[in-house]
T-cell receptor, first 114, second 114 residues
Framework: ETGVTQSPTHLIKTRGQQVTLRCSSQ?????VSWYQQALGQGPQFIFQYYREEENGRGNFPPRFSGLQFPNYSSELNVNALELDDSALYLC?????????????FGSGTRLTVV | AQSVTQPDIHITVSEGASLELRCNYS??????LFWYVQSPGQGLQLLLKYFSGDTLVQGIKGFEAEFKRSQSSFNLRKPSVHWSDAAEYFCALQPPDSWGKLQFGAGTQVVVTP
C-alpha cells in the first residue's frame, strides 16, 4: 500500500508567477484535502476534492484552485503568487466515512515566493 | 465558530519524564479529535484519534489522550519521553459531517533534554 506522494518537494517562485503542486493519493482513498502551513503555524484547510469535484473550501481566495483526476490524484494551482504564499503545502488523502476513516498526509511541498 | 487552542507554544521535558500537552476546543457538539506529530521538514503523522466511546484513547509510540467533554479538552500524555519524541505536536478537530476538513491548533514544540 503506497502512501501519499507530493511533488516537487521544494520550489522557489517569483511574486506574480503561477505554480502547480501535485499529490498522489494513497491507494483506496478517493478524497484529497489540501492545507497550507505557514512557518510556525498549524496547517490551514484550503479545499477538498471528492470524486473530481470541489467539496468544501476554507478561507482562501479564488486564485487558489485545484483539480482531481480519475485516479484520485490532485493538483493545487496558485496564480499571481504573493510573498505570503510562502509555506509548506500539505496534501492529505482519506477514505469515505465508514471505512478506515483515516487521513494520510504527504511530506509536503515547501514553496518559497521571492 | 469552531476553534482549537493549544495553550503551550513550547515545552521542555527531560528524557524519561512524563509529558502532557494541552488541547482545548470550541464546538457546539462532540467533534472528532486528532493528535498529529510533525518532525522538522516532514509531513504529519497521526498519533491517535477520538470519534466516540471510551474517552481514553491509546495511540502509537506510547501516547494516549483523554477526552473530557465537561472541559472541552483532549490532552495528550506520555508516561516516559524519549529523545525521539522531540517534534511539533498538533491537535486537530473535525466536525462529524465534514470529513477531510481538519482544523488545527497552532502546535506545541516539544524539546527533550538529556
Amino acid at each position: 500500500e503506497t502512501g501519499v506522494t507530493q511533488s516537487p518537494t521544494h520550489l522557489i517562485k517569483t511574486r506574480g508567477q503561477q505554480v502547480t503542486l501535485r499529490c498522489s493519493s494513497q491507494s483506496g482513498h478517493n478524497t484529497v484535502s489540501w492545507y497550507q502551513q505557514a512557518l510556525g503555524q498549524g496547517p490551514q484547510f484550503i479545499f477538498q476534492y471528492y470524486r473530481e469535484e470541489e467539496n468544501g473550501r476554507g478561507n482562501f481566495p479564488p486564485r487558489f484552485s485545484g483539480l482531481q483526476f480519475p485516479n484520485y490524484s490532485s493538483e493545487l494551482n496558485v496564480n499571481a503568487l504573493e510573498l505570503d504564499d510562502s509555506a509548506l503545502y500539505l496534501c492529505a488523502s482519506s477514505s469515505p466515512p465508514g471505512q478506515s476513516y483515516g487521513y494520510t498526509f504527504g511530506s509536503g511541498t515547501r514553496l518559497t515566493v521571492v | 465558530a469552531q476553534s482549537v487552542t493549544q495553550p503551550d507554544i513550547h515545552i521542555t521535558v527531560s528524557e524519561g519524564a512524563s509529558l502532557e500537552l494541552r488541547c482545548n476546543y470550541s464546538y457546539g457538539a462532540t467533534p472528532y479529535l486528532f493528535w498529529y506529530v510533525q518532525s522538522p521538514g516532514q509531513g504529519l503523522q497521526l498519533l491517535l484519534k477520538y470519534f466516540s466511546g471510551d474517552t481514553l484513547v491509546q495511540g502509537i509510540k506510547g501516547f494516549e489522550a483523554e477526552f473530557k467533554r465537561s472541559q472541552s479538552s483532549f490532552n495528550l500524555r506520555k508516561p516516559s519521553v524519549h529523545w525521539s519524541d522531540a517534534a511539533e505536536y498538533f491537535c486537530a478537530l473535525q466536525p462529524p459531517d465534514s470529513w477531510g476538513k481538519l482544523q488545527f491548533g497552532a502546535g506545541t514544540q516539544v524539546v527533550v533534554t538529556p
